[in-house]
């Protein structure tokens, strides 16, 4: 059995968000270990600082009888880990990251809200999507897609245009702020801005506790993991443009026959001018 498919991560990570802080350790270090060691409770225990009852308490939530059971299994599918060829240790720690956060990614989908969200693009006259940093690639790839199904669409990557911006807009337009931390100061103000000129909002965020609710008309939330911003594993905006991927398919499926039709035209006018 492949440990990026096994069974120990499938369960831990279906309850993953009902395990509490001590037990999060304990999930993050089967969901990330690939060596061999002793899995016996009293050793585990002094290695990741809990008690032996924590553990315990840990395999039923994941649905074993006990610590055992999940040991058991889990060796399983470590040893079918570890048989992979041509993956080194490292290379596998990235594609486990990638597989969790595409997992939680489909778990945090809202159907209803993709299209809630569809159809406020629809209405709205133009578009301005937010970003800095690397949620400003993640601006930039959202205006290049949906640019060739004909939406007026904008990036605003620099903090200063971000505030320009916002004192335009009115009740005709529509901000899509990125901030997978939810503390960029700058898109936080451009918020506030735009929504006291009646624009709508929607915020792409992992931050479940952001302060500028209030302000947004819709929060669209993104997986994350440990210091996903900083980048050190894998690239940050993955989760977002994950997402973006998702709600394309949903608003193109609103009239896909005239968004098809555009996206056919900017191709066409594209490769038109790479001849010319």
């Known amino acids: 059995m492949n440990y990026a498919n096994g069974e120990i991560k499938q369960k831990i990570l279906k309850v993953y968000d009902e395990f509490t802080p ?7 270090f089967f ?11 009293r050793n585990l225990s002094k290695l990741l600082y809990v008690s032996e009852a924590t553990l315990s308490r840990f395999a ?4 074993f009888k006990g ?20 993956i080194s240790t490292l290379s596998a720690q990235v594609r486990n990251t990638y597989w969790r956060l ?24 133009r578009v301005c999507v937010y970003g800095m940093g690397s949620s400003g690639f993640a601006a930039n790839e959202f205006r290049l897609r949906f640019m060739r199904t004909g939406l007026f669409v904008e ?3 620099d903090s200063q245009m971000i505030q320009m911006y916002s004192a335009l807009l009115d009740s005709d337009d529509l901000v899509i702020a990125i901030s997978l931390s939810g503390k960029t100061k700058e898109i936080l103000s451009g918020i506030r801005l735009a929504k006291e000129h009646n624009a709508r909002i ?4 992992s931050n479940k506790e952001i302060a500028e609710k209030e302000y947004c008309d819709e ?33 193109v499926e609103n009239d896909s026959f005239f968004k098809s039709q555009k996206h056919k035209e900017t191709l066409f006018a594209l490769r038109k001018s790479l001849n010319d």
């Open 219 to 251: 929060i669209l939330y993104v997986a994350t993991t440990k210091n996903l911003e900083g980048g050190t594993m894998i690239s940050p905006q993955f989760p977002v443009l994950v997402m973006i991927d998702i709600f394309y398919t949903y608003y």
């Open 67 to 86: 610590y055992r059971e999940l040991i058991f299994v889990y060796k399983k599918d470590l040893e079918g880990s570890i048989k992979e060829k041509d």
């Open 102 to 125: 595409l997992e939680e990614s489909y778990e945090l989908l809202d159907e209803a809200q993709m299209k809630r969200i569809a159809n406020m693009v629809n209405k709205a006259r």
């Open 202 to 205: 929607i915020l792409i965020t």
């Open 22 to 28: 001590v037990e999060k350790s304990v999930a993050d």
């Open 31 to 41: 969901l990330n270990n690939t060596k061999k060691m002793d899995f016996q409770s």
């Open 60 to 63: 039923k939530k994941c649905g």
């Open 155 to 157: 990036a605003i990557t």
